[in-house]
């Protein structure tokens, strides 16, 4: 239970009834938990119900609390009873807090829903009279001021919604209540492990400020007809911290909504400690692809008609892919069927490269792949947050540009820029199929493309991507492999014409160098198996 209404007229009252409850609960032996403000109190919920109450009273200008309880992955409920047990009200999930007013003497619980054992952490904030109250218009969940952020994963990105505060006590439906407050919405992925210290790191950093920890993704302002809602970008297994700061743009109040985080999958069906598991196959696709990578950072040049079969396999497989997702075919025959379309479209590339023999037409598309990935890479910044891509066709006007222009560099320098092309593309690979099995980020600037174009109304999503210490690790490694491979192949190649024949144009050349040595061997005088011709000349004489 925490007492709230607490002023220095009646802290002595407050104070007797406190140590009062502390002896009930030893008598009854109840199981409670000692809230700190703005520090996790550590919990294990072995039991049924846990008791929360204060270990601290407020100043003369506290006006409400907000307990909250955070759990890593595991679901638990907080419950509030009355003074007198007329109501009683409850939410449930990963992380839940109440607003409780000075004044209010209803007690608060939190009770597990499962037969596990598991922690929680535990905090209070308080707040002034001039702060915003969290959820304070809220008509649609159980507690009468709901500041709690609900957060559901569909499957591609994360929807969030939370309840508008009011302000002053003023109506919610008052015109104040729309231009005083400014909701600002802040993401922060971290990396959870098998412990919660990392977990407890990152609330910790949440009940550090006023300001939402990482990074912020916009400022929402109600109007008559907004809802407070937004749809933000989400990754299997990258833990993902949700938090929404109120501002009082009159009075510079500021209070923060009880912050979640969400794995990106339904934790529900995982294992505690591996809460989003790729299938099997994804893991072969990724080390495939990454052998791939390989051969075309050190050795694709070299190697011309092998590249050009990788390069029609690779481009062919990308769009049967995002195909067969608009399709939306199974899972299980989404993989295959790529696989298949890309093996046909590297067999009918080759087959294009020996039937007309034009190689620079064949490596031209090494180049738009480069140009692509360029594409990808500047689309997988917070620069598709602008206001200028709201529109879908504004994003994909903006892709074709830096494939454009690596072709047209590539027609002036063929060779140098397909080797370049190769190496960038090839290092990518690899570092990405490192990323699935390290858990990293740099595998998603690609599917991030393929969300875009296959899932309806992706610009709408707010972009935000994780970006850990093991990120910029496999970007170094990028960049080292990249300058390697352009080194490596630029040496090996340096002595050799730019492109090789096709083997059908080699087949033929030979051919007609053997049909004109035949010819001059023939037509030429000194030859022993032919009799030489008379001289009919003029003036000769026969004999």
Not at 243 to 269: F, I
Not at 304 to 322: A, D, H, M, N, R
């Amino acid at each position: 239970m925490i007492y709230l209404k607490m002023n220095m007229e009646n802290s002595i009252k407050y104070y007797f009834t406190f140590l009062a409850l502390q002896v009930l609960a030893f008598l009854v032996k109840a199981q409670v938990i000692i809230l700190k403000e703005s520090a996790l109190v550590k919990q294990q919920l072995n039991s049924s119900t846990y008791r929360l109450i204060s270990d601290d009273f407020v100043t003369p200008s506290t006006d409400f609390f907000i307990p909250q309880c955070h759990s890593r992955q595991h679901n638990f409920t907080m419950y509030q009873i009355g003074a007198h047990h007329q109501f009683h009200v409850d939410e449930t999930g990963f992380s839940i807090g109440d607003v409780i007013f000075a004044g209010d003497n209803s007690a608060l619980y939190v009770n597990k829903t499962s037969n596990s054992t598991f922690n929680v952490y535990c905090t209070y904030t308080r707040f002034t009279k001039s702060d915003p109250t969290p959820g304070g218009c809220n008509l649609e969940y159980n507690f009468e001021n709901d500041p709690n952020i609900h957060t559901w994963y569909d499957g591609f990105h994360l929807w969030v919604e939370f309840q508008y505060s009011n302000v002053d006590d003023l109506p919610c439906d008052n015109s104040q209540n729309y231009s005083r407050l400014t909701y600002s919405i802040y993401a922060l992925y971290f990396d959870v492990g098998n412990s919660d210290e990392d977990f407890t790191d990152t609330l910790t950093k949440y009940l550090s400020g006023d300001s939402g920890p990482g990074t912020k993704l916009l400022d929402h302002v109600r109007t008559s007809s907004s809802k407070p809602a937004t749809v933000i970008t989400s990754y299997p297994d990258q833990p993902l911290l949700v938090s929404v700061v109120v501002s009082d743009t009159l009075t510079g109040g500021r209070a923060t909504y009880v912050s979640t985080v969400s794995y990106g999958c339904d934790v529900n069906k995982h294992t505690p400690d591996h809460p989003c598991q790729i299938q099997w196959y994804y893991y072969l696709l990724a080390s495939v692809l990454g052998l791939i990578g390989l051969f075309l950072t050190f050795a694709a040049h070299r190697y011309f008609y092998c590249e050009v079969f990788i390069y029609g396999f690779l481009t062919v497989l990308f769009c049967s892919f995002i195909g067969l997702l608009i399709a939306r075919v199974p899972p299980s025959a989404l993989l295959a069927g790529s696989v298949g379309a890309g093996l046909l479209g590297g067999a009918l590339w080759l087959t294009l490269w020996y039937a007309a023999g034009i190689a620079t037409l064949n490596a031209a598309l090494s180049a738009a792949n480069a140009g692509f990935l360029v594409s990808s890479i500047a689309f997988y910044t917070p620069l598709v947050n602008l206001s200028m891509f709201d529109n879908k066709w504004e994003i994909w006007l903006m892709y074709p540009i830096p494939v454009v222009l690596v072709v047209l560099v590539f027609l002036f320098f063929a060779k140098k820029v397909n080797i370049a092309s190769c190496a960038f593309l090839g290092s990518y690979m690899v570092v990405s199929a490192v990323s699935v099995y390290s858990n990293a980020s740099l595998h998603h600037i690609l599917l991030e493309t393929i969300r875009r174009a296959t899932i309806y109304q992706y610009y709408d999503v707010v972009f935000s991507a994780p970006f850990s210490a093991k990120d910029v690790g496999l970007l170094v490694c990028w960049v080292i492999l990249l300058i390697t491979g352009c080194a490596i192949q630029l040496y090996t190649e340096k002595e050799k014409p730019d492109f090789p024949i096709s083997p059908r144009k080699r087949v033929g050349d030979r051919t007609s160098v053997l049909s004109g040595e035949e010819e001059r061997l023939l037509a030429s005088p000194e030859s022993p198996s032919r009799t030489p011709a008379p001289d009919k000349s003029y003036g000769a004489i026969n004999s």
